[in-house]
């Protein structure tokens, strides 16, 4: 799981001098995106902007910075982001933002977010994308790849499980967004899975290859 926080730092004045978003979506497959909270609103709380529903949206008026968290199954390569308000053209947009990362949910404050990017969003009505690139990696033995993520580790027979991957031989896109690790550390970091504790490298028997992709 990764939770992401939106940070709105500043907004495309309008009369009404407010930031509407009405859906965040991203192709990135498996990435499951979750509402999480908000510091605050002044219409709806933004529960619904990720189901596409259409009935609930987020609207925040006046103060900024604003945040918004919410998650995801996988680190994900694009946030489609759709904002305005219909009866302005051009307003109720985000100007300026940062999005920042987290493997555990965090306060709006804490220092411990790890900041993905800072960008400016064009006075646009509707979809804008905003692209993240982000490093993952698999461990290739022989033919066979492996992850050390916990999802992928057989804890009755103490060892990860050969992946099946959808590209055949070789990871695709999917396999390396749905497998891939992102912290070359977590190698040699101690984990505890079921009542085991170990690190994964100590898994890891004979020569083995560590992969490396980046994703965009």
């Given amino acids: 799981m990764y939770y992401y926080m939106l940070k709105i730092t500043s907004i495309y004045q309008t009369s009404l001098d407010m930031v509407v978003l009405n859906l965040i979506n991203t192709t990135t497959a498996n990435a499951g995106l979750q509402y ?6 002044d219409s709806y709380n933004g529960s619904g902007i990720f189901n596409g529903s259409g009935t609930s949206w987020w609207a925040r008026t006046y103060m900024f910075p604003a945040y918004l968290i919410f998650s995801s ?6 946030l489609n982001i759709n904002c305005g308000y219909g009866q302005i053209a051009n307003g109720a947009i985000i100007k300026d933002f940062s999005l920042y990362v987290s493997k555990t949910l965090l306060s709006y404050t804490d220092v411990n977010w790890k900041l993905k990017l800072s960008g400016t969003m064009g006075n646009i009505f509707g979809y804008q994308t905003i692209k993240i690139s982000n490093n ?7 033919s066979t790849y492996y992850s050390i993520k916990p999802a992928y580790y057989d804890a009755s027979n103490k060892i990860y499980i050969p992946l099946a991957l959808s590209g055949g031989l070789v990871p695709n896109k999917a396999d390396i967004d749905l497998y891939g690790f992102d912290n070359l550390n977590d190698l040699t970091t101690s984990t505890t899975i079921g009542t085991e504790t170990f690190k994964p490298m100590n898994k890891l028997i004979n020569s083995f290859q560590i992969k490396e992709y980046k994703t965009k």
């Fill in 136 to 142: 993952l990696y698999l461990i290739k033995q022989y």
């Fill in 73 to 78: 199954n996988v680190l994900v390569s694009n």
């Fill in 36 to 41: 999480v909270s908000v510091n605050a609103y």
